[in-house]
């Protein structure tokens, strides 16, 4: 069952997902589970950063690095999962559909009900992004509904990235004749 990269995410990630991983073809649903699963890793990360913050109220965190190490996480992910999926466009669509989800989510609880919701879903949306939210504020110069747009944004280039990083590393080499 752990002979696998992505049974092992799906394991640690996805729960019991591990059996459906099983699947031998190339973007079985079983990869598109993992995607979304390791999709979901931003709440995890946000949920711990909030966690912190709330417990050492004195501490500052650096948001900077912390930021740009997920990003490199994220763009890893994608360079570690494209060759189990079809190409770059399904990898990285699938790696960012619960940011997408959680993106349109902010953007109603902004732009239509004008204040972010109370409840569960309201706190874990705006965790979503809480890793990468310094970037995109610092790039913005202050806007928080154009942060989280940024923050997609550069999940989604740097997942591109990742995806085209392995078409370069693993391109067959020609040799001269």
Known sequence: MF????????VLCCGN??????????G????KGVLLGLGCLPFVCGGLMDWYMMQN??????FFIIGVLFLVLWSAIAFLMLPHMENTKKTVRWLNA?????????????????AYWT???????????LPMLYIGFQLLNGSL?????ISYALMVVVS???CNWRKIITRPVKKPV
Not at 28 to 31: D, L, R, T
């Open 119 to 129: 409840n569960f879903l309201g706190r874990w949306t705006q965790y979503y992004y």
């Open 160 to 162: 591109v990235m990742g």
């Open 17 to 26: 997902l591990g059996t459906v991983v099983q699947s031998k073809n190339k």
């Open 57 to 62: 109220e004195e501490a500052r965190l650096p």
């Open 98 to 114: 619960v940011g997408f989800v959680v993106l349109l989510l902010l953007l109603v609880q902004d732009l239509v009900v004008g």
């Open 28 to 31: 079985g649903h079983g990869m």
């Open 3 to 10: 002979g696998t990269f992505p049974t092992v995410g799906a």
């Open 145 to 149: 509904i154009g942060s989280y747009v």
